[in-house]
């Protein structure tokens, strides 16, 4: 019997000594594995959280052409408000309201267009045109030829439109987070031909 206690002592040293950390030499490859791996983890959840949100963006982006009976379907008029930002919002009214039908006189036109430039070029581009989401027009649209929506980078996204009858749209799509859930702040319009 004695025999088989320095045979149980010595497995038992070997195996706890395995375990240990050189504390002679931090920059041991045992004790650089173990950070390594410990980091990569850490590295890893990180990554994996981020791609998430990136998802969770596009994803609220491409429900926005969803119904129960489509993937390609336009939303119904008159979305800005559910989709905007309340900002990009009154942009859109007001670039409509100078650029589009107006009441106002051609004397009064110079002096709100001053306005409106002062209030909205450090924010906005300013483009000399009536501006709507996804260069839409203000009829019924419905269902959509075509709709390919592709990362850019965080927070931006191409969309690509066709409305079929040869009108095609190309828009950039800047995506924030707003209480919660996505909002569009801006959506910079190129009709293609």
Do not use: H
């Not at 320095?6 to 030499?25: G, H």
């Not at 129960?68 to 009214?93: G, M």
Request: with cysteine; glycine share 6%; charged share 30%.
């Amino acid at each position: 019997m004695n025999k088989k206690y320095p045979a149980l002592y010595l497995s038992l040293f070997l195996l706890s000594s395995c375990n240990q950390i050189n504390k002679d030499n931090p920059k041991s490859p045992m004790n650089d594995s173990l950070q390594k791996t410990g980091d990569s983890v850490i590295i890893q959840k990180e990554n994996t959280s981020i791609s998430n949100q990136k998802d969770n963006a596009e994803e609220w982006l491409k429900n926005i052409f969803k119904t129960k009976e489509s993937d390609l379907y336009f939303p119904d008029y008159n979305v800005e408000e559910k989709l905007c930002t309340k900002r990009f919002q009154e942009f859109i009214a007001e670039s409509g309201e100078l650029y589009g039908p107006s009441n106002l006189t051609d004397a009064e036109y110079p002096a709100a267009e001053k306005k409106y430039i002062a209030k909205w070029s450090g924010i906005y581009p300013i483009e000399e045109r009536e501006m709507w989401l996804f260069g839409r027009g203000n009829g019924d649209i419905g269902e959509l030829k075509q709709l390919k929506i592709n990362k850019i980078k965080e927070g931006i996204y191409n969309v690509f439109i066709d409305y079929g009858n040869g009108i095609k749209t190309q828009n950039e799509v800047t995506l924030v987070s707003e209480n919660g859930d996505y909002k569009i702040d801006y959506c910079k319009t190129k009709f293609l031909e």
